[in-house]
């Protein structure tokens, strides 16, 4: 019997990310989060020190009420886990959620 | 946070009778004014910026719930002021069912922490199926109250 990380169906992937964006994980952001999640096949999960959420679940996202400077576990399971992996952590650090960074943030 | 911190049970509408999403979010704001929780003259200017704030995405999470916010300076600290249709209201939700819940929640454009707060104390409530109901059946601010207190202190809700 296999074991799920020996097929390429059960891959898993997983991640930690943290909220950039000064306003955090409002509605607005969880649903970008969810419409890039969703592109994928794979199940998606987010959790914080309390919960874990389905990332194709905008409830479920906006119960995490992620803060500025919050990290979240990110961990996909399944077709193309690494591309979702890569593409939510993108949206999160890099794009920010097309949100601008604290006032008086550094960097 | 807890509901009885930011519920404003006196802006509570019972039924909204034949309003569209528009006239239902007005009225929402008009009560928070006549509780004397926004000041009645910022209460056309946040009506439209909640409107605008619904027009680019609808805030209907499915499930007959929708809970249109808004961030403006007039809020000194979170409020939500709300809403029950017996009809249903169109507000372009994601699952295109009609809403008969509204939840108006204004927050101050400082605190966005305590905006995620109640945000997060709605939805966990609002995920479930029997709260959901028992919110819909809420036809007096004071069952209104009465519900929402217990979700705060029972903590099996």
Same mark, same amino acid.
């Given at each position: ?107 | ?21 528009? #006239? ?6 008009? =009560?928070?004014? @006549?509780?004397?929780?926004?000041? +009645? /003259? %910022?209460?056309?200017? !946040? ?18 719930? #929708? ?6 300076? =007039?809020?000194? @600290?979170?409020?939500?002021?709300? +809403? /029950? %249709?017996?009809?249903? !209201? ?36 609002? /995920? ?30």
């Amino acid at each position: 019997m296999l074991t799920g990380e020996e097929t390429l169906e059960e891959l898993v992937c997983e991640t930690t990310v943290e909220i950039k964006n000064a306003e955090g994980l409002h509605m607005r952001p969880a649903m970008k989060f969810v419409d890039v999640a969703s592109q994928f096949a794979c199940d998606i999960t987010v959790s914080n020190d309390e919960m874990k959420a389905d990332a194709k679940s905008i409830m479920e996202m906006s119960m995490l009420a992620a803060t500025y400077g919050t990290r979240l576990q990110i961990k996909a399971e399944g077709a193309q886990a690494e591309e979702a992996i890569s593409a939510l952590t993108d949206l999160v650090e890099v794009r920010m959620f097309d949100e601008p960074p604290p006032e008086n943030a550094s960097g | 946070m807890k509901f009885q911190e930011f519920v404003c049970f006196e802006a509570t509408i019972p039924e909204l009778d034949n309003a569209d999403r528009d #006239a239902a979010i007005g009225a929402l704001v008009s =009560a928070l004014a @006549k509780a004397g929780r926004i000041p +009645a /003259q %910022s209460a056309r200017e !946040i009506t439209e910026a909640v409107i605008k704030r619904e027009n680019e995405a609808s805030t209907g999470m499915g499930k007959g719930v #929708a809970v249109p916010h808004v961030k403006h300076t =007039a809020a000194k @600290k979170v409020m939500a002021a709300i +809403a /029950q %249709s017996d009809a249903g !209201i169109d507000f372009a939700a994601l699952d295109e069912q009609p809403v008969y819940s509204i939840i108006l929640l204004v927050s101050p454009t400082d605190s966005p922490d305590d905006h995620l707060q109640a945000m997060e104390l709605l939805f966990k409530h609002l /995920q479930k199926e029997r709260f959901r109901k028992f919110l819909r059946q809420c036809r007096l601010p004071e069952q209104l109250e009465d519900l929402l207190t217990e979700a705060d202190e029972d903590p099996s809700w």
